[in-house]
């Protein structure tokens, strides 16, 4: 008879609790090799111990249960059209699926720790944006729209741009958009002339006048873009400055440009009235 090892005896050997190895097999991760059909005791083999450790780790990294399953059922032989092993492949995608979290997480504690620290605080200062002539696209978002909307526009931006060379791309927003979770919104690129023949009906020519604003420049991914809204916001209500209601980001630098968040450049511009207030430096 091959070799046979009792519940506990496995359980000595590969440091995983007799209370998970039964968890394992009632989830059908690890099924014993035998299961004695009168006493109902499990036993395991030495070929079940790579297996073991494995699904170990794999739920150490949180990868879903439904996944683990995949991933044994795989195994080292299958591959996909990459020529990869399968199984290798849905590890891969949750280590991607990690790496992305813990970049997040990063993220989240650097800008907790700016907000705790009293002397922390992010340059605004109050500015004219210069007159332009963009192209441009305006829609109403509708209530719990995802960002595909802002992807249709910039596409059909691109389209009517036609490869000609373009200042970086923007964006004008109702701050309802914020508040409510819909609004108005308007996606623009700045160019000369009017757009081709055949661009999307959607684009449009738009002259925006001269405005003035309380602007920062937020540096990095948009992850903390709030904090960079707080710190003009709060500018221009200190000062006095009234509100248009409307916000404009141009993407100095963003992923048209790199696909590296940390470089990523935004202007954010509170558009306020230009009577309101006074000048401030």
Do not use: C
């Not at 091959?2 to 009632?26: D, Q, V």
């Not at 059909?156 to 919104?185: C, E, I, K, M, S």
């Not at 055949?198 to 920062?216: C, D, E, I, M, N």
């Amino acid at each position: 008879m091959a070799e046979r090892w009792t519940i506990g005896e496995f359980s000595r050997i590969t440091h995983l609790s007799i209370r998970t190895l039964r968890r394992y097999h009632e989830q059908d991760l690890l099924v014993p090799a035998q299961v004695d059909p009168v006493t109902g005791y499990r036993y395991y083999t030495p070929a079940q111990i790579k297996p073991a450790l494995t699904i170990r780790r794999l739920r150490e990294l949180d990868l879903p249960l439904a996944d683990v399953r995949d991933f044994l059922r795989a195994g080292s032989g299958a591959a996909d059209e990459t020529g990869h092993p399968a199984a290798q492949q849905i590890v891969a995608a949750h280590l991607r699926r990690l790496e992305d979290r813990l970049g997040r997480t990063q993220r989240a504690v650097r800008t907790l720790r700016e907000l705790l620290d009293p002397q922390a605080e992010r340059t605004v200062s109050l500015e004219a944006l210069p007159p332009q002539q963009v192209l441009a696209v305006s829609l109403d978002v509708p209530p719990e729209a995802d960002l595909s909307w802002y992807d249709a526009a910039m596409n059909d931006l691109d389209t009517a741009a036609a490869g000609r060379p373009v200042l970086p791309p923007g964006g004008r927003y109702q701050h309802t958009l914020f508040t409510d979770g819909h609004g108005r919104a308007t996606v623009y690129l700045p160019a000369e002339g009017p757009p081709p023949a055949g661009a999307p009906s959607t684009v449009r020519v738009l002259h925006l006048p001269r405005r003035t604003a309380a602007v920062a420049t937020h540096r990095g991914p948009h992850d903390d873009l709030d904090v960079t809204y707080s710190a003009v916001g709060s500018f221009a209500a200190r000062n006095g400055l009234r509100s248009q209601d409307l916000v404009e980001e141009v993407y100095l630098v963003g992923p048209r440009e790199t696909d590296q968040p940390e470089h990523w450049r935004t202007l954010v511009a509170w558009l306020i009235e230009p009577d309101s207030g006074r000048s401030t430096a």
